[in-house]
């Protein structure tokens, strides 16, 4: 298995609304990343996981709260989200989180906010 | 901070076709130089990876090359096909986590 999957694909949620994004691999990686992307961008880091610990935050709004709560599974945690957060989230894996391995992305979560 | 260019922005091309992409980089510090491939609304595919130390990748129709001293990278396709068509990043490592992303070239591959 060398699929990271993340659910949603699609979700819709209004400003006041709480909503959780989900990312899962089974390929024994112990470094997970949170990337925005805005349409016809490049994706930007939001948050990375080193043995499920915290290890960067990008200076994300606390609307965003990450949570790890194994070595296989990642969350994101939204709340009191804003119109311009309106991006594909997209979830990414690597054996360790040192600098030349390779990662592994999913196929991301469509996210409109009304 | 590293910053990572990719030329051109776009690309139109009837198939068959060799096509060479290209990616240049300010710091020649980088620990690896990937190229993904990503369709509309999706996530990213790994095409290569070329670690510091090499200086160039192959898988099937697809060669990518480094070359740190200049700051550069190509990506060459090799008899292209429609289902080629996506945008190609160029993505530098550098520390945990931290990668460079160019703003892709958007490749259209015609029948």
């Known amino acids: 298995d060398t699929e990271v999957t993340q659910t949603p694909k699609h979700l819709v949620m209004g400003m006041t609304n709480k909503k959780s994004l989900k990312c899962e691999q089974h390929m024994g990686h112990r470094a997970m990343y949170w990337y925005k992307q805005k349409a016809k961008k490049p994706p930007e880091l939001m948050f990375v996981?080193?043995?499920?610990?915290?290890?960067i935050n990008e200076s994300v709004p606390s609307r965003f709260s990450p949570e790890c709560p194994n070595s296989s599974l990642l969350n994101l945690h939204l709340h009191a989200l804003q119109p311009e957060d309106s991006a594909l989230y997209l979830c990414?894996?690597?054996?360790?989180?040192?600098?030349?391995?390779?990662?592994?992305f999913g196929s991301g979560t469509q996210l409109s906010v009304l | 901070k590293q910053e990572v260019t990719q030329i051109p922005a776009a690309l139109s091309v009837p198939e068959g076709e060799n096509l060479v992409l290209n990616c240049s980089f300010t710091d020649s510090a980088i620990y690896n130089l990937q190229w993904f491939r990503q369709d509309p609304g999706k996530g990213l595919t790994s095409l290569l990876l070329i670690q510091s130390s090499q200086r160039e990748q192959t898988s099937g129709r697809l060669n990518a090359s480094l070359d740190k001293s200049s700051g550069r990278s190509t990506l060459y396709i090799a008899a292209s096909q429609p289902g080629d068509s996506a945008t190609y990043l160029c993505v530098g490592g550098s520390t945990l986590g931290r990668l460079y992303f160019g703003r892709g070239t958007q490749l259209t591959v015609w029948p």
């Open positions: 990414a894996s690597s054996y360790t989180g040192t600098p030349n391995e390779k990662l592994f």
């Open positions: 996981y080193s043995y499920e610990k915290l290890s």
